[in-house]
């Protein structure tokens, strides 16, 4: 069995800011892991993913992720953010048969 | 390519009704997956098909239902439905079967509303 934990349900932020959203998993096999995100009314678009290598991974919108297998933690994080980036940020693992999601982590940025 | 398309996007319909709908994948993609979207629960996955054959079942009644065509595109039926089925339907699509470095792509969503 796996499960992600998103530590957080709502991040508020200054534009401009830094942010980190965290992200927990467990899992008893090997996993890849996934970062979505979703704009008001939309479905959830691919942020970035881990699947082996170098674990700090590069995404779209200038977000990373780093991935700590120690800590079984995969938290996503963006040096600046823009009122663009106000959205819901999931957080997903996939170690078997399917992918499991996080409950989701808004982030709401002002100016 | 165009991406994953889901019809109808908005919904409305009353308890003990029926409802199905509709997703096409991305092309070349044999894989699609379900999903219920709701505030309280979060993303919860509903079952999977691939190549015709239905993968993984989430858990939920058997009220809830799909199938995949031959071309891969699926669709899932809710039988008698009851209020709380209102949510948003999210379909996704992947080259092969879910899981392991599978990378999902998502469509925008049926939002169902049942009163």
């Known amino acids: 069995a796996q499960s992600v934990t998103q530590l957080d349900s709502q991040v508020p932020v200054f534009e401009e800011a830094p942010v980190e959203l965290r992200c927990n998993y467990s899992s008893s096999v090997s996993v890849y892991l996934f970062w979505y995100v979703q704009y008001p009314n939309q479905g959830l678009q691919l942020l970035l993913k881990?699947?082996?290598?170098?674990?700090l991974v590069k995404g779209i919108n200038g977000f990373e992720a780093e991935f700590n297998k120690s800590q079984t933690s995969f938290h996503l994080r963006k040096p600046s953010v823009h009122i663009s980036d106000t959205a819901e940020y999931f957080c997903a693992v996939s170690g078997g048969s399917t992918l499991t999601f996080g409950k989701g982590t808004m982030l709401l940025v002002s100016p | 390519k165009a991406g994953v398309t889901q019809t109808p996007r908005y919904l409305i319909k009353t308890r003990g009704q029926q409802v199905t709908l509709s997703c096409s994948p991305i092309?070349?993609?044999?894989?699609v997956s379900w999903y219920q979207q709701t505030p309280g629960q979060g993303l919860q996955f509903l079952f999977e098909?691939?190549?015709?054959?239905?993968?993984n079942k989430g858990n939920f009644p058997g009220r809830f239902s799909g199938r995949q065509f031959s071309n891969s595109r699926s669709e899932m039926n809710v039988s008698t439905l009851e209020l709380g089925d209102s949510a948003l339907y999210l379909c996704?699509?992947?080259?092969?079967?879910?899981?392991?470095?599978?990378?999902?792509?998502f469509g925008p969503g049926t939002r169902l509303l049942v009163l």
């Open positions: 996704a699509s992947s080259l092969g079967p879910s899981g392991r470095a599978e990378t999902q792509y």
């Open positions: 098909y691939f190549s015709e054959t239905q993968r």
């Open positions: 092309s070349g993609h044999r894989s």
């Open positions: 881990y699947l082996s290598g170098s674990t």
